[in-house]
């Protein structure tokens, strides 16, 4: 690829990334609409905000909610990866991939998970009440909202943890236990300290996940009052009784000064990462340690966190889709029926979503792959200051949350002229989809890309081949593989996603995400469980096909 294709290349992504920024920014300064007539420049935006006590009130529930789910996610997290990687403990081939599956999972189908299993009403909670005559929690609190979403991000950063373990040999170990140290004196003051840094990535993660939760507070926190500051930002949109989008871009560059500089450390985090690792050994030398009889204790830990994340809520979902109603006294034997899944197909709009979603996921996840090939071609072997610049502006997408990349894109279709006729179209998704998604992306074509050998490359142009025949000749080809599990693992991320598209949500464009979401707000309970289950089938389907490529590519 010639340089100044890939300057082009670069130019058009930075003004993808930069233009939904920049009008937010513009948006702030206005006293209206920026579409509206007789606008002025104003800082009045700033003052409504800043004077809002529930905009304080919002913020420091998002510090708290962040704050809390941190100090629970992590050290579960690295336990769970200290146990799965580096203990003797039984059935941990097909625990592992269990691990996984609140990530795979909307955050939003996961919360009307929770209220039909945990719910006043829920299956779990009157199976308690039944025992023991009361519900001994309260679904609807604060402390719930915490317990809930820390419990739920345990996975990211597990896996941070167990993919540093595995890089690490057991040398230090084995000397640590022959100097009479017992197995989790040996985690706690060998393994443990070794992949410090790991952890401190997967906390600031966390951290930020924590100010961009919308599906759990809209569903379990925002019915009592409780706001963060994703549920403060959509409570605005008609707050002044016409579109406030100069408040809702006041609200989006608080929420982005947060979060950007925790992106950026991420970054830095990783990029040092190697730098405290001072024992490295081969995979093989790894020996497990022998934990004797904590193993089951350790067991049932595990299976209490998979059934309080994914087995009660995924399962009171499916029982929920297949019965006509549910409350005390009900014998479930009674109500059963199907009738859930006829009443949904008797919806155009609930089956134009799930026809848009499939086709978001599969033609634009592919799209999408294409799109970050060619990224990544334009930087790649090619250490510039262009290349740099990428590198950083990607993760720009990555500081908003779903709901607000998704608004900032609304308002880029709807104030430049030549885009407005896509507004209302898939396209107008596809696009927010794919920017939101992009740093996962060229992450996942990158690390392809990085397997192949430079030297092979260079043989190709030795013999007078150009860089373009060699790139679609030679590096397409061995790289085919990689791209095929990049689009699988976009289609489940697109699949999933619900966040995004909530201010792109339009008669033609509906996707399941952001029908939920809209469902659910005119209590359209039986809709909303059986499409969230249509939904999770669907990412289910995807990581089936996605495991079977795996086993082929490896078999």
Same mark, same amino acid.
């Given at each position: 690829?010639?340089?100044?294709? @890939?300057?082009?290349?670069? *130019? ?68 769970? &990866?200290?146990?799965? *990687? @580096? ?21 939003? #189908? =996961? ?5 039909? /299993?945990?719910?006043? !009403? ?41 993919? /540093? ?26 393994? %443990? ?27 379990? &926190? ?5 706001? !963060? ?86 399962? &009171? ?18 109500? =059963? ?12 709009? !609930? ?29 790649? @072997? ?16 990555? &500081? ?27 396209? /107008? ?5 794919? %920017? ?25 142009? #030795? !013999? ?30 697109? *699949? ?14 509906? #996707?399941?995400?952001?029908? %939920? ?11 909303? *469980?059986?499409?969230? #289950? ?22």
């Amino acid at each position: 690829m010639n340089r100044n294709l @890939r300057i082009a290349l670069i *130019v058009a992504a930075a003004i993808a990334i930069l233009a939904p920024i920049g009008l937010v920014i513009w948006q702030s300064f206005l006293d209206g609409p920026f579409f509206a007539r007789n606008i002025h420049l104003s800082l009045n935006a700033f003052r409504f905000v800043f004077n809002d006590p529930a905009f304080y009130k919002a913020l420091g529930n998002s510090a708290l909610i962040s704050t809390g789910m941190t100090l629970i996610a992590v050290p579960i997290g690295a336990l769970l &990866a200290l146990l799965l *990687v @580096r203990t003797d403990l039984p059935g941990v081939r097909w625990l592992e991939p269990l691990m996984l599956a609140p990530m795979f999972i909307s955050s939003i #189908v =996961l919360a009307f998970g929770f209220v039909v /299993a945990f719910g006043p !009403v829920g299956f779990v909670s009157l199976w308690v009440k039944d025992l023991i005559g009361f519900i001994p929690w309260n679904l609807y609190s604060k402390t719930s909202l915490i317990l809930l979403a820390g419990l739920t991000h345990v996975p990211h950063v597990y896996i941070y943890a167990s993919t /540093a373990l595995r890089s690490l040999g057991s040398d230090v170990e084995d000397a640590a236990r022959a100097t009479g140290a017992g197995p989790f004196r040996t985690a706690l003051t060998v393994s %443990l300290p070794m992949i410090m840094p790991s952890l401190l990535y997967a906390a600031v993660l966390v951290f930020f996940l924590g100010f961009e939760l919308f599906g759990l507070p809209l569903i379990l &926190a925002d019915p009592q009052g409780v706001q !963060v500051l994703a549920t403060y930002l959509y409570g605005l949109t008609n707050v002044l009784g016409v579109p406030s989008y100069q408040l809702m871009a006041v609200v989006v560059i608080v929420i982005i000064a947060i979060a950007l500089p925790l992106v950026f450390l991420q970054r830095r985090l990783l990029q040092n990462a190697n730098r405290y690792i001072s024992v490295k050994g081969k995979a093989s030398q790894s020996r497990p340690l022998r934990i004797g009889a904590w193993k089951w204790p350790a067991f049932v830990f595990i299976a209490l966190w998979l059934l309080i994340t994914v087995v009660a809520p995924v399962g &009171a979902l499916l029982m929920r889709a297949f019965v006509s109603s549910w409350g005390e006294g009900v014998d479930i034997g009674q109500v =059963l029926t199907l009738n859930n899944f006829r009443e949904l197909s008797e919806y155009p709009n !609930v089956i134009r979503g799930i026809i848009n979603t499939l086709l978001l996921a599969v033609v634009g996840g592919a799209a999408a792959v294409g799109v970050y090939t060619l990224l990544n071609f334009a930087t790649h @072997r090619w250490p510039t200051k262009w290349s740099a610049a990428l590198d950083y502006l990607v993760l720009l997408p990555r &500081a908003m949350p779903g709901i607000i990349a998704g608004l900032a894109i609304f308002w880029v279709f709807l104030f430049f002229p030549p885009l407005q006729p896509f507004r209302q179209t898939l396209l /107008a998704m596809w696009f927010a989809y794919m %920017l939101v998604w992009m740093a996962y992306g060229m992450r996942l074509v990158s690390a392809s890309l990085l397997q192949i050998a430079p030297e092979l490359e260079e043989a190709g142009r #030795v !013999v007078g081949a150009s860089a373009g025949r060699v790139s679609r000749e030679l590096t397409l080809p061995l790289i085919r593989a990689g791209l095929i599990g990049s689009w699988l693992l976009l289609f489940v991320t697109f *699949v999933r996603e619900y966040s995004t598209g909530v201010y792109l949500l339009s008669p033609g464009t509906e #996707v399941i995400g952001s029908l %939920l979401v809209s469902l659910w707000a005119t209590g359209g309970v039986d809709l909303v *469980v059986t499409l969230s #289950v249509l939904n999770i089938a669907m990412v289910c389907s995807g990581l089936l096909l996605l495991a079977a490529f795996g086993k082929k590519k490896n078999g």
